[in-house]
């Protein structure tokens, strides 16, 4: 299966050995709540996953990769205790409580959360002294004396022996007690989740031409030679911040992440010229509503590879647009509502006392920062979201000090201060909501005099449909082209002849 669909039954599985019965009990016993066991390639995402699953059920995440466990810390330390026996002393072997289980009670007094997800990575690579302490974990939810509480799931993952030279293989008695889900590399199902993770659109839209460079390992005389999907995906972190910096990333580096040479090449190759084809063809002009007319006749003669980097890269200037604007918006709602909170806190004020009002403000700006402390502890935050917290919180703060310098004598004039306040915010919402929608009326007007409804046009309009950010803007605020446009192409269809023009434009140019 592809990795959505193991998270899907993740997630149902959680769900389901968590549900209780009406008297507060387990439906399913823990004796009958197999351990769930993901086999697969290196860096597919199998630890993504289980971070996605734990934050979208509302649990806690405990991970571990247990090669860097040694029995000891697996099981835990052996101590004597002295017991008496029908009248007689003895000395009795005892163990410490093992670290894992150790950190499931401290995460669960950290962030509050009685449930979880107990990960347990490259389970089938742990060394020989370990590997009957893992079998019994599988089988009897155990490290040593020590049970995974309830309330905890566990979920355990391995690569198959094809990958790896020192996996163990697990016997008929430990298969017979887990839920083994086998996952294969799937890009279509990738790049939704790529989309999602805002990966550099010069990676999306190199794997859109050389679909086979997703994931590859490879061993021949010259050794292994290997392209993850988590190496796309760190490389795109890279290459962001490398932006940021004004810095540039060469061939050199690209390998550091993407361990087969001559994908590595071809990328670099591929990067360059995304690179230049922004500057050539000015993508902020485009956006601006502002292309030169050189641009049109440079289309004109321009390859398909060409063309479609162009739309990538002005779908690219939309999304850090439409982020910007669903961004504003977050923000914008969130001290609204924190505002009405406030408002009814000031009710309770008494007047009389100094600095009331900017006490009580600064309280809840305390609150607010201990929730998001306490909710990224948990891993209960998407980066998206944590980002809207902070500036939220950077967004309270600076009306806190703008509250103590005012000195409001008494509640009615603090709110009327901070309502003040949030107007400049919602008139900063607007101007990011009007410049994201003058954006892509102008990515239309190029569109349409640049392809009209040719291939490129199904892409820019299919793009806009998939890439949640983009689809969130466009509900939120419309664009009367993008629905003509969208009902009108037949998308499916459209699709399916760009994979076949995709294919040829490939044979012709040899592509790796």
């Avoid at 007689?88 to 007094?109: G, L, Q």
């Avoid at 309270?396 to 000090?401: C, D, H, K, T």
């Avoid at 009615?412 to 101007?431: C, T, V």
Wanted: glycine share 6%; with cysteine; proline share 4%.
């Amino acid at each position: 299966m592809n990795i959505k669909r193991a998270k899907e039954e993740i997630e149902h599985t959680v769900k389901a050995y968590l549900a209780k019965d009406a008297l507060g009990e387990y439906a399913i016993p823990a004796i009958r709540q197999r351990p769930i066991l993901l086999m697969g390639p290196p860096g597919i995402g199998k630890t993504q996953v289980m971070e996605q699953v734990a934050r979208e059920c509302g649990v806690a995440l405990v991970a571990y990769t247990i090669t860097h466990h040694t029995r000891q810390s697996a099981v835990g330390l052996p101590f004597i205790r002295q017991r008496n026996y029908g009248g007689k002393d003895v000395s009795v072997t005892e163990y410490t409580m093992s670290e894992i289980i150790a950190s499931i009670y401290a995460k669960m007094e950290a962030t509050g959360l009685s449930e979880g997800i107990l990960f347990i990575d490259e389970i089938n690579c742990v060394s020989e002294t370990l590997a009957p302490t893992m079998l019994q974990f599988l089988q009897c939810k155990t490290f040593g004396n020590q049970a995974v509480p309830a309330g905890w799931v566990i979920v355990a993952a391995g690569n198959p022996p094809e990958y790896n030279k020192s996996v163990r293989d697990f016997d008929i008695v430990t298969l017979d007690r887990v839920r083994r889900m086998d996952i294969e590399p799937d890009l279509p199902v990738w790049k939704d989740y790529a989309r999602a993770a805002h990966i550099h659109s010069a990676i999306l839209s190199y794997l859109e031409l050389h679909p086979q460079n997703f994931y590859q390992i490879n061993a021949d005389v010259d050794g292994t030679q290997f392209v993850t999907a988590r190496g796309w995906e760190d490389l795109s972190n890279l290459l962001d911040t490398y932006e940021t910096l004004g810095l540039q990333a060469d061939e050199d580096l690209i390998r550091e992440y993407i361990q087969h040479p001559k994908i590595a090449e071809d990328f670099s190759a591929y990067l360059d010229l995304y690179y230049k084809y922004r500057d050539d063809y000015g993508v902020e002009e485009i956006l601006a509503g502002q292309a030169k007319p050189a641009v049109f006749a440079r289309l004109l003669q321009a390859p398909f590879d060409e063309r479609l980097s162009l739309v990538s890269l002005i779908l690219a200037g939309l999304g850090t647009r439409f982020t910007a604007s669903r961004q504003a918006d977050a923000v914008a709602d969130s001290c609204y509502a924190f505002l009405r909170e406030t408002k009814k806190a000031l009710a309770t004020v008494p007047e009389d006392i100094p600095d009331g009002s900017a006490e009580m403000f600064h309280q809840q700006i305390m609150d607010h920062d201990t929730e998001t402390q306490q909710k990224r502890a948990a891993g209960l935050l998407s980066k998206d979201a944590l980002t809207t917290r902070l500036q939220v919180l950077a967004v309270l703060r600076q009306w806190e000090g703008e509250l103590r310098r005012a000195n409001a004598a008494g509640t009615q004039e603090a709110f009327d201060l901070l309502r003040g306040q949030f107007q400049s915010l919602a008139d900063a919402r607007e101007k990011a909501q009007q410049t994201a929608s003058a954006a892509l009326e102008a990515a239309f007007d190029f569109m349409e005099q640049a392809f009209a409804e040719s291939q490129e046009m199904v892409v820019f309009v299919t793009e806009l449909t998939v890439d949640p950010v983009s689809h969130a803007f466009l509900t939120e605020n419309g664009c009367e082209r993008y629905f003509k446009y969208n009902k009108d192409l037949l998308l499916d269809h459209r699709k399916a002849a760009l994979q076949q023009e995709l294919a040829a434009e490939q044979r012709r140019h040899g592509g790796v």
